[in-house]
């Protein structure tokens, strides 16, 4: 990948609707993605998603249900979504909301804690809205940096420093249940490389735990199912298709879903918004360069 993780936010996504509103992401690396957006209204419905959202304000108010609450950001706050917690996303009131954030996978996360903590440490629950100027700077440095493995790493140890410090998480703390972290990330690895269901019996064949073991081993270190982390990387791969223009029936397919219906339920759950409404935003992306934001120097609002 050439160029500046700024630059790369800078060819992605736009919205069809003109300067006023867009989004723009780059292509998940190394398990980081960026993501920015200026919108309006309820752009995103309920979904859930199997990584950290971690982002900082920087225009108007954004609001989103979480955990039984509405919580609130304004601009200069940080805010973070725990993998597998439901969620929304909204302007409050009538005006514009802007914000960049970084999703980040919870296997990230987890193997960068033991160099924090000295120990196997469970994923950080860290409130959604708070007051961290050293996150927040982490959060906006991530757009202008090239997207090495050196930089990437550090950019994992910061948000991880800064999830522990805002969750207070205790050094001494401990995960909740055995973990035999070579079986789990072999099958983490087998799940990852396949594009179909997969079937308990071949998971217990590559670990060497059965089913149960795995589930909940799984879990204690990746903050999310086994089922939804082999969804999620069938729905990555499905956008990238939709990305490349590939027919939404033959990317459900492709994904291991039964039917276009079945795919688009679950698109839909998982990132708030149809395939359809996506391959629009990515035809708008090839369609507007001319009123896209800058790629670079994108200073906070």
Known sequence: MAGSLGEEVGRGLEHPCGPAEWVAATRPAAGVELFRARLRGRPFSRHRHDVYAIGVTEEGVQAFDYRGTVERSIPGQV????????????????????????????????????????RATPLPFAPPVTDDPVLARAVRTAFTRAPEP????????????????????SPNSTLRCRVDQPAVERGRDFLRSRLTIVQSSEVEAV?????????????????????????????????????????????????????????????KAAFGMTPGRYVKLCAASAGNKAVRPAATAMPPT
């Open 150 to 169: 050196l930089a990437i790493d550090g950019l994992v140890l910061q948000l991880a420093q800064g999830l522990l410090r805002s969750a207070a998480a």
């Open 79 to 118: 805010f973070v979504l725990h993998p597998d917690e439901l969620h929304d996303g909204r302007a409050e009131g009538p005006g514009l909301f802007g914000y960049r954030q970084i999703y980040v996978s919870p296997e990230r996360i987890a193997s960068a804690l033991p160099a924090l903590t000295g």
């Open 207 to 267: 670990t060497g735990l059965n089913r149960y073991q795995f589930a909940r081993q799984f879990h204690a270190l990746y903050g999310t199912s086994p089922y939804r982390y082999s969804v999620m990387r069938r729905l990555d791969a499905a956008r990238s298709w939709l990305r490349d223009a590939r027919p939404l029936a033959e990317t459900a397919l492709e994904a291991g879903f039964a039917d276009q219906a079945h795919f688009s339920r679950t698109f």
